[in-house]
């Protein structure tokens, strides 16, 4: 495991993890919270044993979970239940915006949960257009990356609508897409850009190909 990591930082890959949507800190039930607090800290204990950096730079990134009809209490039992995570999850955990216009915008985040435990939020691009918390593209974008620590590139993430991409109005709109297509607009700011695509590696390749990228 140990080398694991050597090699990662040897050829400066960045390792991070996005653990499921059972990781549910808003949740009001104590064995799910218990859950949570268990699965997140075996990302934590892998990461050490990887010897990453104990930063956001190797982040642990999950959405904070439910609303159950109060947001501001559920944020609140979050930012509580934040405290029974270990160090190792702790000094590495992100907060994603969701792309339910119910659910958390980046503002969201900002208000209830940076502002309170100082934690970063990873800037998803297509969750964005359905959770705009009244803000554009480009203000959510700069919001999320303010909360991150001035030392470490921010990571954002980008997907596209697979509605779209296959022309079938019977998928949801949110579904993402195997391929990306449209020119990621990063408003001129130095980030990490996740391709959440179906395809995987072989959606970035085609997108590095069709605008003109060279691989670092």
Same mark, same amino acid.
């Given at each position: ?9 040897? =050829? *400066? ?26 699965? &997140? ?9 990887? *010897? ?5 730079? *190797? ?33 590495? &955990? ?33 969750? =964005? ?20 620590? !001035? ?48 395809? !995987? ?13 060279? =691989?670092?």
């Amino acid at each position: 495991m140990y080398s694991a990591g050597v090699k990662a930082k040897t =050829h *400066n890959v960045r390792i991070t993890s996005h653990p499921g949507p059972f990781n549910v800190l808003t949740s009001p039930h104590e064995h799910v919270v218990e859950n949570c607090v268990g699965d &997140l800290t075996d990302h934590g204990d892998v990461f050490d044993m990887m *010897n990453l950096s104990r930063t956001p730079y *190797n982040k642990i990134n999950i959405h904070i979970g439910g609303a159950y009809g109060d947001k501001e209490s559920a944020m609140k039992r979050f930012c509580e239940n934040f405290d029974l995570l270990p160090d190792s999850v702790k000094s590495r &955990l992100t907060v994603e915006n969701d792309d339910r216009a119910s659910m958390y915008s980046v503002k969201d985040l900002y208000e209830g949960v940076y502002k309170k435990i100082g934690i970063p939020i990873v800037f998803d691009y297509h969750h =964005h257009q359905f959770c705009t918390g009244g803000m554009s593209e480009q203000e959510a974008l700069e919001m999320a990356i303010s909360t991150w620590p !001035k030392d470490i590139v921010p990571v954002v993430h980008y997907s596209e609508s697979r509605r779209d991409e296959q022309l079938d109005e019977s998928i949801r709109e949110q579904a993402h897409s195997d391929y990306v297509y449209d020119y990621i607009d990063t408003y001129g700011h130095n980030v990490d850009i996740m391709i959440e695509a179906k395809a !995987k590696e072989l959606a970035v390749k085609t997108y590095m190909e069709k605008h003109g990228i060279q =691989h670092r």
